[in-house]
C-alpha cells in the first residue's frame, strides 16, 4: 500500500497514541514470595556482591565493582536508618560472617539470616547484586554519557530464611527531551544530570517505598 501524506500523518498519529497509552515501565520491578510481617524491625545487610562483568574492568570514573557494591549497600543501609528502622550495615554482618566459627557464604542465605539473627537479633536480612554502576560522563547541565546503575535486592526473614521480597532496578537515565513522564521522576525532574550515587540512591528508595505493607 502507498502510504501518502494524510495516510503518513494518520499512520504517526496512531503509532503516538499507541505509545500514550502504553504502560510506562515501573521504576522498580518486585515481587512478594511470602506475606510474614514484622520483618522491619531489625534488618541487616549482608555485602552486596558485584557480578562478574563488573569485576573485570574498573567502572568509569575510577570506582571498582567491589567500591561500587560497597557503596550501593551503604546508601541502602543509610536509606533505612532515615526511616527509624534499626539497621545492620553491610560493614557489620562482613565483619561477623569473616570471624564465625564455621565457613558461611553469601550464596547460603540460610546461613546467613541465622548468623544475623543470631549475632545482631536481625529479624530479617538483604542479600544481593550490583549489577552495574557507570558514571556519568560531562557534567550535570551536560552529560556526554548518562548515570547507569542497575542492582539486585532479596529479603529474607531472619534466622529462616525465608525468601520474602525481591526487588531489580535497571536504570539508565533518559533525557527530559526523550521521555518527558520518565524524565520528571528523577531527582531534579530531569533539570541536570545524575551523578551514579544519585541515580543509585533513587532507586533505593524507590526499592523501600515497594516493599508491602504485609511484609513491613
Not at 514470595?33 to 563488573?54: H, N
Not at 539473627?117 to 547541565?141: H, M, N
Amino acid at each position: 500500500m502507498r502510504l501518502t501524506p494524510r495516510r503518513v500523518g494518520a499512520v504517526g498519529l496512531a503509532a503516538l497514541g499507541v505509545a500514550a497509552c502504553a504502560k510506562p515501565a515501573p521504576i522498580v520491578q518486585h515481587n512478594t514470595y511470602a506475606k510474614t510481617s514484622g520483618l522491619f524491625e531489625r534488618i541487616a545487610i549482608a555485602p552486596l556482591q558485584p557480578s562478574p562483568r563488573m569485576l573485570s574492568a574498573n567502572a568509569p570514573g575510577g570506582v571498582s565493582g567491589v567500591e561500587a557494591a560497597e557503596l550501593v549497600a551503604r546508601f541502602l543501609a543509610e536509606a533505612i536508618e532515615e526511616r527509624g528502622i534499626q539497621v545492620i550495615p553491610a560493614s557489620d554482618t562482613a565483619l561477623a560472617i569473616q570471624s564465625a566459627s564455621e565457613l558461611i557464604s553469601l550464596s547460603d542465605p540460610r546461613a546467613v539470616a541465622a548468623l544475623a539473627a543470631r549475632k545482631f537479633g536481625a529479624t530479617s536480612i538483604v542479600l544481593g547484586q550490583v549489577t552495574r554502576y557507570r558514571e556519568r560522563e560531562g557534567g550535570a547541565g551536560g552529560a556526554f554519557r548518562p548515570a547507569s546503575v542497575g542492582f539486585v535486592l532479596t529479603l529474607y526473614s531472619a534466622p529462616e530464611a525465608l525468601r520474602v521480597w525481591s526487588a531489580r532496578f535497571d536504570e539508565t537515565q533518559q533525557a527530559l527531551s526523550a521521555n518527558v513522564a520518565r524524565a520528571r521522576k528523577y531527582p531534579g525532574r530531569g533539570t541536570r544530570w545524575l551523578t551514579a550515587a544519585e541515580l543509585a540512591r533513587w532507586g533505593i528508595e524507590n526499592a523501600i517505598e515497594a516493599v508491602p505493607p504485609s511484609v513491613r
